[in-house]
């Protein structure tokens, strides 16, 4: 999954919400869990959001002042 539309869509939907979660990523875009996860590895990459702990959580590193 590399359309620039959707991973535009993922990097808004995550610094609004400010939720690190695949699945919420997933329901919001409508992408299956996979592709969902994919756009999260690259938003990690980007610094956006931090690694998975070790329960799987996912944090926010990035602010989006509203």
């Known amino acids: 999954m590399s359309d620039p539309f959707i991973e535009r869509r993922a990097t808004a ?8 979660s695949t699945s919420h990523l997933a329901r919001s875009l409508k992408v299956s869990w996979n592709d969902a996860f994919r756009l999260m590895e690259e ?3 980007r610094g956006l959001v931090s690694a998975p702990d070790k329960s799987g959580r996912r944090f926010v590193l990035y602010a989006v002042n509203d």
């Open 13 to 20: 939907i995550v610094l609004r919400s400010r939720n690190g």
């Open 43 to 45: 938003l990690q990459l």
